[in-house]
């Protein structure tokens, strides 16, 4: 299993790194929106998993593009995000956003709601 | 714990960086520019410096980046004015930080109530109050599902703190109906049956009534729903909403506790359908509701219609799913092992297999008579490094099916949008390859497939004027020869136009207005770098990208394409990929005394030079002629700049084939063998190389670079160019 994982800080794209790589899956990795869709042109992968607030292009913009590129509509797409406001995750999910893990994320927790979403 | 000293390290410097930042921006909006660019900038870097600190439990930390965060934010959107205070006042904040950023990261506690003054200020300002969550709020925390409990919220509880007599588990009936949006998400009931499934044991049942007839039949329609029966020991309310947490809003959903009511003679727990089974029943319909994805052909949505939808794709097969279900109910059958941990396996099966030839290289005569026993000890040595090496390539290979599988989809897509007619044949699905080429293959095979759809397949009206069959055939196969998988891409169209691609490639100067070209190199245009038709075509091939994609993506892997085309007949495009990019067949060569291979693959025969036909042309740069063909020459000391014999005698010609089909001659002093190596790649240890490959270390402990024959022939051709 493949996952993209988008966010600019590179501390949490290390521990999700290790976290996910731990589990088996195999990691890419942007540091933001726009790096992320490069990915996505070139590489095929089971699960995107991404920050909001970024610069560039932020979390809920990347979504949007990546939906409306007409290839991915049943990528599930994890947005990660200390916002525990409702507003993000609403705006997050109205962008296409398939569910939500709330930073920091317990590892385990992290794995199990990847679970729920790949095939 | 080490890992955690590691990301706190990166988090550390990444603060640093975040710092300065934050400084430089406050310097400029000191001076006045205060643009929502910079505002942005800064937000973003305050919440960077809190997220990670949440993850480690800096909490003086967080607080305060939290607090500032909030009134940045009231300041970007213009909820509270930036004047000359606030702008201080964060200037003043930023140091702050800096400081509690210092004191976490030298495990030293700043005073209590450290910052608590700008706390204060940036409440006051922001009127009164946090309106973000609360800082406990950051911890994971459960958000209550708007779900419809029929039944009163004490019995739910009655279920479950009074735990039933006996084992009777407690019972639950779920109704669900998904709205499309919950599709539009890439959510999927089939996984939230499975994440049921965990729960305890369930029985499905599809409701299908609302399908409509064929011709009213809309795609993205949703017109399934289901209810579930759940008996499980363990399940409460929270567990079953938390299962439906990311569909809250998308789909109308009911959960009705019914306590250990049934009787158990009544209803034998024990003979519910297991989830295995009930996958298979369930997924026809499943993959019909996933019409939101566009995925299923509508004809699929009922069991009972499903071979009429059958022609035009082989069945598809319930994705691993099942399989794994089916695994689990046997045992584990498969383990999930992180590639790394393979590769380092391969690499060293690679290393033993050098020291494995070592060894035997040792082996003169003498030691031989001498020590017979060390001999066959040495022979069951080369035998079982072999075995060791197959198997350990046998881990990483998997069958090409993962990929394939996704073009039926593809090739009914580009039916429905050209509006042509399109079957899609597969042949050889199972022919294994490794992992690594296999994720490299989707996108080239997606393009080749848009491309024989779209440039390849005529209209239904142009194939019968043509005496065709009203549907085009594209047929993908794959199969091994040799050392290499073929995986061809085929169509019976219109075959490729030559007269335009010339004429484009004329117009983007591929090619020289007075260049010659064979009809051969002239289809072998189209994955030229700079080639696409792109804008003159359609919405389905010209997505920007030329099929150079697809080229370049396949030399990555150190495979090759070719095309054929027959006007009126077809088109045939082929990859020829390595089984396993770790080891290599070669030919080992020397020039000017260094080691040099070349992978076997490519090589078409050796000749001594002074046997070979060479002439020259006018530039003076020599060619070869074999059998009645001109091939460029590269003399491989030349072009490496090194020294090399004065004449040609007793040096070779290495005969070597390139992309399509097109060859290059290579002189080397010395033919000494064939081998296996492994291949170390040169751009992540040194840089990369034109016209070299990677690296390799032999028997004898020495490098030798890999030479990509490819590559030697670009770099060739430019010279003679320029």
Redesign the interface.
């Known amino acids: 299993m493949r996952v993209l994982t988008v966010d600019d800080s590179r501390t949490i794209l290390a521990m999700l790194h290790h976290t996910l790589s731990s589990a088996g899956f195999e990691v890419l990795q942007a540091e933001d929106g726009q790096k992320g869709l490069d990915v996505l042109k070139t590489e095929s992968v089971d699960i995107v998993i991404t920050d909001v607030n970024m610069p560039v292009m932020d979390g809920i913009e990347f979504i949007r593009n990546v939906r409306a590129s007409g290839q991915h509509q049943s990528l599930p797409i994890l947005i990660l995000t200390t916002e525990t406001s409702q507003e993000k995750r609403d705006l997050g999910r109205a962008a296409g956003g398939t569910g939500w893990i709330v930073k920091p994320f317990d590892p385990e927790k992290l794995i199990s709601v990847i679970n729920r979403v790949i095939h | 714990m080490s ?1 955690l000293d ?2 706190k390290a ?2 550390f ?2 603060c640093s960086e975040l710092l300065s930042e934050l400084e430089e921006q406050f310097a400029a909006i000191d001076e006045g520019e205060r643009g929502a660019d910079r505002l ?2 800064v ?2 870097a305050i ?2 410096i ?3 600190a ?2 480690f439990g800096f909490s003086g930390l967080v607080s305060f980046a939290h607090a500032f965060e909030t009134l940045l934010d009231h300041v970007r959107d213009g909820r509270v004015p930036l004047g000359d205070d606030v702008v201080s006042l964060c200037i003043r904040s930023n140091d702050i930080v800096a400081d509690f950023v210092a004191a976490a990261r030298s495990g030293t506690e700043l005073d209590p109530g450290y910052g608590a003054e700008e706390i204060a200020r940036f409440e006051s300002l922001c009127g009164g109050g946090d309106d ?2 609360p800082m406990e ?2 911890d ?2 459960f ?1 209550p599902v708007a779900v419809v409990l029929d039944q009163a919220d004490d019995d739910v509880l009655d279920a479950f703190e009074a735990p039933p007599l006996g084992d009777t588990p407690g019972r639950w009936e779920i109704s669900f109906r998904p709205h499309p949006a919950l ?6 009931p ?2 939230l049956f499975r ?1 049921l499934a965990s729960l305890g044991e369930i029985e499905v049942q599809a409701h299908v009534e609302d399908l409509p007839l064929l011709a009213d039949f809309e795609p993205f329609g949703v017109y399934c729903s289901w209810s579930i029966s759940l008996t499980s020991d363990k399940a409460d309310s929270e567990a079953i909403r938390e ?1 439906f ?2 569909v809250e809003g998308d789909c109308d959903i009911a959960i009705t506790a019914l306590g250990a009511a049934v009787a158990p003679a009544e209803e034998e727990p024990l003979d519910f359908p297991s989830f295995d089974s009930l996958v298979a029943e369930v997924k026809p319909v499943g993959v019909a509701a ?1 019409a939101g ?3 299923a052909d509508p004809a699929l949505a009922e069991p009972a219609a499903h071979k009429v939808a059958a022609p035009t794709t082989p069945e598809p097969e319930a ?3 099942g399989g794994q279900a089916a695994g689990r109910s046997l045992g584990m059958q498969s383990i ?5 941990k393979v590769d380092r396996v391969v690499n060293m099966v690679g290393e033993l297999v050098i020291t494995q030839s070592m060894l035997t290289q040792q082996m003169d005569e003498n030691l031989r008579a001498r020590y017979q026993e060390l001999v066959r000890g040495l022979e069951v040595l080369a035998q079982t490094t072999r075995g060791l090496q197959d198997s350990v390539m046998a881990i990483r290979a998997q069958p090409v099916k993962s990929v394939f599988s996704r073009m039926p989809r593809l090739v009914r897509e580009l039916a429905t949008k050209t509006g042509k007619k399109i079957r899609l044949e597969m042949i050889g699905e199972n022919t294994e390859i490794d992992k690594t080429v296999i ?1 490299q293959l ?2 080239p095979l997606t393009h080749m497939i848009r491309n024989s759809a779209d440039h390849g397949i005529e209209s239904p009206a142009a194939r019968l004027a043509a005496g065709k069959s009203e549907t085009g055939v594209i047929r993908l196969s794959a199969e091994q020869a040799g050392g290499n998988i073929l995986i061809a891409v085929e169509d019976d169209g219109c075959g490729i136009n030559r007269a335009r691609v010339l004429e484009v490639a004329r117009d983007r100067g591929v090619v020289g207005p007075d260049q010659q070209l064979t009809d051969e190199q002239i289809d072998n245009l189209i994955f030229a770098p700079g080639f696409s038709t792109a804008e003159a075509v359609s919405d389905i091939s010209g997505r920007g ?1 030329g099929m150079d ?1 697809v080229l370049s ?1 396949i030399k990555k892997i150190g495979g090759s394409v070719h095309v054929r085309s027959t006007p009126g007949q077809g088109t045939r495009m082929s990859l020829r990929l390595p089984l396993t990019l770790a080891v290599l067949d070669v030919m080992l060569v020397s020039v000017a005394n260094c080691p040099y291979v070349i992978p076997l693959s490519s090589i078409v025969e050796t000749i001594q030079c002074a046997r070979a036909d060479f002439g020259r042309v006018p530039s003076g740069s020599r060619l070869l002629q074999v059998r009645g063909e001109y091939v460029q020459v590269v003399d491989l000391a030349e072009r490496f700049g090194i020294a090399h014999k004065a004449d040609d005698s007793g040096r070779f010609v290495v005969l070597c084939e390139a992309d399509g089909n097109s060859r290059v001659a290579l002189i080397v002093d010395e033919i000494i063998g064939q081998q296996q190596v492994v291949i170390k790649s040169l751009e992540e240890n040194f840089e990369r190389i034109e016209g070299i490959a990677g690296g390799t270390i032999l028997g004898d402990g020495s490098v030798a670079l890999i030479i990509d024959v490819q590559g030697l022939r670009f770099t060739g051709n430019r010279k003679n160019a320029a």
Request: no cysteine; hydrophobic share 35%; proline share 2%.
């Open positions: 890992d590691d990301f990166t988090y410097d990444e942005n900038a937000f973003r919440h960077s809190k997220g990670g949440s993850a973000d969550a709020e950051f994971i925390e958000t599709y539009e998400r890439a959510n999927d089939l996984l994440e299962v947490e990311f996933a994805d566009s995925e994705p691993g799913m999930r092992v992180d590639l790394d994720e989707s996108d990208v994609v993506n």
